[in-house]
T-cell receptor, first 116, second 116 residues
Framework: AQTVTQSQPEMSVQEAETVTLSCTYD???????LFWYKQPPSRQMILVIR??????QNATENRFSVNFQKAAKSFSLKISDSQLGDAAMYFC?????????????FGKGITLSVRP | DTGVSQDPRHKITKRGQNVTFRCDPI?????LYWYRQTLGQGPEFLTY????????KSRLLSDRFSAERPKGSFSTLEIQRTEQGDSAMYLC??????????????FGPGTRLTVT
């Protein structure tokens, strides 16, 4: 079974600074998707960024980028130029590419606070 | 708005009562997922529908839980004889059929259940 581990329960960053959120996962599959989701307080979860395992290039979406280390099964999220609106819970998630079910397996999440 | 909607947003019930939640996916999304999120944890997969067919159920979905998706449109999740351990946020998500972006799941705002 696939597992996703986020070992840091909380992190804090100064506005305009850079922060990195860590995630490790375990799978026997060779192809899969990895995601970072953001869940603001009392608001719905939204997708921040995705990475296809077969792609060597790290995904980037504006101020968000990932460091995908397939051999190490590591998938960290870097947020540059942090903004107050980035404060939220962030979840790392895994999805297999094969099989009819495309369920997501989530980590426990990390609470990110942004200091003004 | 064409996002995923869930009703009710909050539900308080007494132990032993039955509750039913509704999820309306994004129009034309044929895949629908239910997840449960307890405090301080990431969402956990409960069940998955493709059109009206329920294709997978998690071991978390005990006999007291039942989900339906008549006609492949909205879905309902019913919990019978609620227990305090059922207190959680129940999230619904949907994703489109190919050639849509099938890996992305769009989440609703969730239904927060409190069992007293």
């Amino acid at each position: 079974a696939q597992t996703v581990t986020q070992s840091q329960p909380e992190m804090s960053v100064q506005e305009a600074e850079t922060v990195t959120l860590s995630c490790t996962y375990d799978t026997s599959e060779s192809d899969y998707y990895l995601f970072w989701y953001k869940q603001p307080p009392s608001r719905q979860m939204i997708l921040v960024i995705r990475q296809e395992a077969y792609k060597q290039q790290n995904a980037t979406e504006n101020r968000f980028s990932v460091n995908f280390q397939k051999a190490a099964k590591s998938f960290s999220l870097k947020i540059s130029d942090s903004q107050l609106g980035d404060a939220a819970m962030y979840f790392c998630a895994y999805r297999a590419t094969t099989g009819a079910n495309s369920k997501l397996t989530f980590g426990k999440g990390i609470t990110l606070s942004v200091r003004p | 708005d064409t996002g995923v909607s869930q009703d009710p947003r909050h539900k308080i019930t007494k132990r032993g009562q039955n509750v039913t939640f509704r999820c309306d996916p994004i129009s034309e999304h044929n895949r629908l997922y239910w997840y449960r999120q307890t405090l301080g944890q990431g969402p956990e997969f409960l069940t998955y529908f493709q059109n009206e067919a329920q294709l997978e159920k998690s071991r978390l979905l005990s006999d007291r839980f039942s989900a339906e998706r008549p006609k492949g449109s909205f879905s309902t999740l019913e919990i019978q004889r609620t227990e305090q351990g059922d207190s959680a946020m129940y999230l619904c998500a949907s994703s489109p059929p190919p050639p849509g972006v099938v890996y992305e799941q769009y989440f609703g705002p969730g239904t927060r259940l409190t069992v007293t």
